[in-house]
């Protein structure tokens, strides 16, 4: 099953949506001053992977989710990046993806 949908806001989630992805997230603040909280609605696995990367592909910054995870929250510090949009895509368990967009103000 494909699905495809426009998307208009920046803000927006972008995530599979055939209906077999356990995983979701959310991201606060969005828009951000550069402090960014990803919050799951289950807790990711060891080897789950984050990748930061601008509207033209190029990555920003990569790691393991449980490396800066704190609280139960993933924890990022963007301050450095600048204002623009960047792509989080979140790897959970080398089979679901998810990715939202960042607004950085």
Same mark, same amino acid.
């Given at each position: 099953?494909?699905?495809?949908?426009?998307? &208009?806001? $920046?803000?927006?989630?972008? =995530?599979?949506?055939?209906g %077999? *992805?356990?995983?979701?997230? =959310?991201?606060? $603040?969005n $828009? =951000?001053?550069?402090?960014? &909280?990803?919050?799951? *609605?289950?807790? $990711?696995s060891? *080897? =789950?992977?984050?990748?930061?990367?601008?509207s033209? /592909? @190029?990555?920003?910054?990569? /790691?393991?989710? @449980?490396? *800066?995870?704190?609280?139960? %929250?993933?924890?990022?510090?963007?301050?450095?990046? /600048?204002?623009?949009?960047?792509?989080? &895509?979140?790897?959970?368990?080398? &089979?679901?993806y998810?990715?939202? @967009?960042?607004?950085?103000?």
């Amino acid at each position: 099953i494909l699905a495809v949908r426009l998307i &208009t806001d $920046p803000t927006a989630a972008v =995530s599979e949506i055939d209906g %077999k *992805n356990p995983y979701s997230m =959310s991201i606060f $603040p969005n $828009p =951000s001053n550069g402090h960014i &909280t990803v919050e799951f *609605n289950e807790e $990711p696995s060891f *080897n =789950s992977r984050y990748y930061l990367t601008t509207s033209d /592909g @190029r990555i920003v910054e990569e /790691g393991m989710v @449980r490396a *800066n995870f704190m609280d139960g %929250k993933l924890q990022l510090d963007l301050d450095h990046e /600048g204002q623009q949009i960047l792509l989080l &895509t979140v790897v959970l368990d080398d &089979t679901f993806y998810l990715t939202e @967009r960042i607004l950085l103000e």
